[in-house]
């Protein structure tokens, strides 16, 4: 079963664009919720540029989905 801490240790895998550092420790991330194996994540984005909140939209899925899959095994 996954956890929080599951989803913020890969949720360091993802790095915000540009810099060598990811969204967790950037403070990006305001709020996780794991409900039934249902996941919710908050975040408040410090740019307006639409490609650099896609990029980390999809990279945070991807790094999600890749913990979903290693809880599962």
Known sequence: MLTEDDIKNAL???????YSRDIISF????????????????????TANSDVASQIKSESERARSEERRVGKE
């Open 12 to 18: 360091r895998a993802v790095k915000y664009p540009g």
């Open 27 to 46: 403070g990006l991330v305001k709020q996780i919720a794991v409900n039934d194996g249902a996941v919710s994540i908050a975040m408040q984005l410090t």
